[in-house]
Nanobody
């Protein structure tokens, strides 16, 4: 198994910034994407951003221009720099890593709360 551990969540003011980190316990060949999802009570899980193995990134429209996803050179960690935060960004953020085949791993989630 691959275990993902997230950190960096917390409380921020509107307009502020947070940086989320997710570290993998080990490496596995065949990485496809590394990304972040978030979930708000009463709403389904939504993807926020992902980065492909070739470095191409994609963002949800709600965060485009404000959030930046990145990874370390060994693809053992993924980060989410969140700027210009708004209360709409409040939720539990989950790290996700997908590998070729049936391999998919999730972090435990980290709470992000943005006050108005």
């Amino acid at each position: 198994q691959v275990q993902l551990v997230e950190s960096g969540g917390g409380l921020a003011q509107a307009g502020g910034s947070l940086r989320l980190s997710c570290a993998a316990s080990g490496s596995r060949a065949g990485i496809v994407t590394m990304g972040w999802y978030r979930q708000v009570p009463g709403k389904p899980r939504e993807w926020v951003a992902f980065i492909r193995s070739d470095g191409v990134t994609n963002y949800a429209n709600s965060v485009k221009g404000r959030f930046t996803i990145s990874r370390d050179s060994a693809e053992k960690a993924v980060y989410l720099q969140m700027n210009s935060l708004s209360p709409e960004d409040t939720g539990v953020y989950y790290c996700n890593m997908k590998y070729s085949g049936v391999w998919e791993y999730w972090g435990q989630g980290t709470q992000v709360t943005v006050s108005s």
